[in-house]
Every structure is written in C-alpha cells, then in structure tokens.
C-alpha cells in the first residue's frame, strides 16, 4: 500500500500545473496521501528505510517544486505592479486634459494595456486599482461635464440632494423613534433617488448629508446595530430600484441565509461548550465569562441578520 502511494506521488505530472487554482488541488492530494500514509501500519523492517526514504523523496519533491511556482510567481506579480503604476501615472498626466477626442482615445488604449497586465501582490491589488480607475474616472466625468444639459442637470442634482440634507438637519424634534427612523429612511429614498452631481462635489456633498443623518442617530440615541439596519435597508431600496433587482435580491438574500446558518451553527458549539466547563476554578470562571459575552454578541449578530433578510423580503 505505501509502495502504491509513493507510485502517485512519483506520477504528478508537473508540467501540466500552471496556475495557482492547480496547485492548490495538487495540494489537497497531496495531503491526502499523507493522511493515508500515516494511517497504513508498519512494513518489514527491512523495507521500512527504504520505502520512507521513497516516500520522503517524492513529497520533498512537490513541496520544493510548490515553492519554486510561488516564488517565480511572486517575481512576476511584483514586475505586473511596477507596469500599472506606470500605467496609473501616464492616466494621471492626462485626466485634465480638455482635448477630449484623442486624450479618450489615449485613456482607452491605456485601460487596454491594464486589462492585458496579470495579477499583482495581494496587498496591493485594491490600492493600485483605485488609484487607477480614480485618475480614468476623473477624466471621463469631466469629458461628460462638458456638455452643458448635462452639466445643468447635475447642478439641479446637487441643489436637491443639498434640500434633503437641510431635511435631516430639520427633523422634528418631538417624533418617536420609530417615526422618525421611517423618515430618516424616506429621506435616504430621496437622496438615492436623485441622479449624479458635479464630479468634484460628489465626496463633499455625501459627507454632508452623512454627517446629518449620525447626528441624527446621535440625537435618537440609535445604537450602532440599528445604524448599520437601516444603512443596510437603504442599499436595499437603491438595489430595488436598479435594472433585474429580483436576481440580485435573491441573491443576496441567500448569502445573508448562508451566514445565518454559519453563524448559528458556530453559536449552537460555544453553547455545548460551556456546558462542558467547570466553573469551579477561576480559570474555569475567567473562560466562561469570555464565552458567555461571545455567545451574546452573536446572538446580536443573528437578530441583525434577521433584520436584514426581513428587509429583503419586503422589497421582492
């Protein structure tokens, strides 16, 4: 048997793994073997040596070549980094050009040669993109900006959402909670409803309106759990609205499913495990108070879930 295991180990076939998704399934076989090995009992003395020098050899082998992939694979990540920073700073040295026909035709052929660039470091990879499609979107909303109904709708865009803004500052005082959260969630509506403003006031003009609904929350004494409910219920009504928003409700009504299973399931172990401590010592008592405040805050994790999967189903 350990004869037969060390035969697959030997018949990987290098050549034909390539990418990292490969090698990860490789990798999974691999430790498959391996469990099985240690499960197999002993040979004849006299093959024991032998046939683990055998064995040994062959997954050196793998993990050594393993190596080697993510290695290269590093040096080639870091290489596809310093070719986007090159491309994010010949997008920057264009994006207020005003010379729109070939300063687009230039954007695009520099968002062709990012599309033709691999993957970078991990670390990287959200950094480097924003900065990149900061500097094309930058430009290309200025282009758009350049035609003047457009640019007169989006001046109309901002002084509505600066009315709904001045709304929440104004909310009465003397509302409930309840009715005041429906008209805070009104107001979310509002603003989501409303269409784009002026590329350069777009992060000055939400910051606003984001101030004026904390201070609100503030003022209500909402607790962070509610903040993120109805933070939540408002991305839902935006999704409501948009182009097959059935599909994506569903779909996103699953996820939130799958994690409530998820997280059930991790609080029905905590439970059982404090059943099985002793509280007779203080090690016992420190570890119970631990899971004890643990199980509470996923409780609270699953009331919200619920919530927000309530939420959903009222929109579909």
Known sequence: MKTAL???LEAIDYSQIKSVKEWNNKVKEVLDIQSQWRQIGF??????????????????????????FYKSLRGEMEENLRKKITLCERAEAIKESHDWKNTTREMIDIQKEWKAVGVVPHKYVDSIWKRFISACDYFFEQKKLNTSSQYEQEQ??????KVVIEKRKQLDTALEMEDALVKLHELMDQWY?????PYKMKD?????FYDATEAQFDRLNVGKAERKLEAYKSTISDIARSDNSKGQLLREREKLVRQYERIKNELQTYENNIGFLSISSKKGNHLLDDMNQKV??????????????RAIEEEL
């Open 6 to 8: 060390c035969e697959k």
């Open 204 to 208: 000055r003009i939400y910051k606003e």
């Open 296 to 309: 509470e805050k996923i409780k609270s994790e699953l009331v919200l879930l619920e919530k927000k999967i």
């Open 156 to 161: 109309r865009n901002l002084d509505e959402k």
């Open 193 to 197: 409803e409303i269409g784009h403003v």
């Open 43 to 68: 040979v004849p003395r006299k093959w024991n040596t032998k046939i683990y020098k055998r064995y040994r050899a062959a997954c050196d082998f793998f993990f050594r070549s393993k190596n080697e």
